[in-house]
């Protein structure tokens, strides 16, 4: 069976609408509601809101704490429901919250910075790192594209790259299928190649609203594949262990849908030289990631070659036991500094 939200809305003025959504009993036949906000513009958001019976809860930081936290006072004050409106770290201490407080959550998305927003998983710092935690997939989306072109554009941007970079994670899942036998779920796959080729092809940018609404599209049904596979698999291989391993070592480099972008790219690179993949499907990857104004080579991301191949190294490390590109390489430390200075080389402008 397949999981999904009962209701998906992405359009301009999609949150003048909120109230009908959170009013919808099957999310919540009372009426008491929790808001939580993030910093930008949630607060603005839950002010103009007409919810009189609902309570709103700030959320400052995406920690592990703060979710624990606003899970504590879901669970004390009774609530049916909680919304999460703001960015990606707004929603994913929501999704945990939420979990933890066994209600329903509706996510409120106010820029497009990555597939978080409908996935059954949660990134969420603490002292050892910012792993990604399993919980209950939002049971409403509404993304208002009034309120995403208002957001940095940098963040918008971001959501192309990590949408995109779900080629590279299907080939890294079906690598692993055909060297390992793990199970590699077809609709997972299908939604997730869907998602990408949607955006990929595109000439118009992110000034337009017919873009942004394909981007909150895609992004949707990235986190749907994800329910699908009950993991991250179907979205996330080689390019999010270079991802997190950059943020690791790196931090403040890049943010997650740029590195992601570059990631798939390097893993795409890879997978030319030593897999015969097609060299025109890594330049189409290339040419979207231009286009749109995405790293393409470490220094785009501030990083230099160096510390991009350490990043490299250090990258099967974030995701023990996920086989991607990288591990099936097993190249030595210094075959990685020797191909990522061939990388730039052949893909940088």
């Known amino acids: 069976m397949l999981p999904s939200p009962v209701a998906i809305d992405v359009r301009r003025g999609a949150i003048a609408s909120l109230g009908s959504v959170l009013a919808d009993r099957r999310i919540a036949t009372e009426g008491r509601i929790a808001v939580a906000v993030g910093p930008g513009q949630g607060e603005q958001i839950a002010a103009d809101l007409d919810l009189p019976h609902c309570e709103v809860f700030r959320v400052e930081e995406g920690t592990v704490d703060a979710a624990n936290e606003l899970g504590r006072k879901l669970r004390s004050g009774a609530y049916e429901a909680v919304a999460g409106i703001g ?50 997939m939002p049971i409403a989306v509404v993304i208002d594209v009034d309120y ?24 890294d899942w079906e690598l692993a299928g055909r060297v390992n036998g793990e199970p590699v779920d077809g609709m997972a796959v299908t939604f997730a190649r869907v998602a990408a080729e949607a955006v990929l092809h595109r000439p118009d940018s992110i000034d337009s ?29 080689a390019c999010h262990e270079i991802l997190h391993a950059v943020t690791q070592l790196e931090p403040g480099r890049g943010n997650h ?81 020797r191909s990522v200075a061939d990388y730039v080389k052949t893909v940088g402008r």
Not at 117 to 132: F, M, Q, R, T, W
Not at 225 to 231: E, K, L, Q
Not at 290 to 297: A, C, D, S, Y
């Open 87 to 136: 960015g990606g770290k707004t929603i994913d201490v929501t999704k945990f919250a939420a979990t933890m407080a066994g209600i329903p959550m509706v996510a409120v998305a106010t820029n497009l910075a990555h597939d978080g927003i409908a996935s059954p998983v949660s990134s969420l710092e603490h002292e050892g790192g910012k792993p990604s935690i399993g919980v209950t």
């Open 148 to 171: 995403v072109r208002a957001a940095p554009s940098r963040l918008v941007r971001s959501g192309i790259g990590d949408v995109v970079s779900n080629i590279s994670a299907i080939e």
């Open 209 to 237: 609203e017919a873009f942004l609404t394909v981007l909150a599209e895609g992004l949707v049904l990235s986190g749907m594949a994800m329910s699908v596979a009950g993991s991250s698999r179907p979205a996330s291989g």
């Open 257 to 337: 849908g740029e590195l992601a972008g570059l990631g798939a790219l390097y893993a795409s690179f890879l997978r030319v030289r030593h897999l015969g993949w097609s060299e025109s499907r890594m330049g189409e990857i290339r040419d979207c990631l231009l286009r749109h104004g995405l790293p393409v080579v470490p220094s785009d991301a501030g990083l230099d070659d160096e510390a991009f191949a350490r990043a490299v190294v250090h990258a099967p490390e974030t995701r023990p036991g996920r086989f991607t590109i990288l591990e099936h390489l097993g190249l030595s430390e210094n075959e990685i500094g």
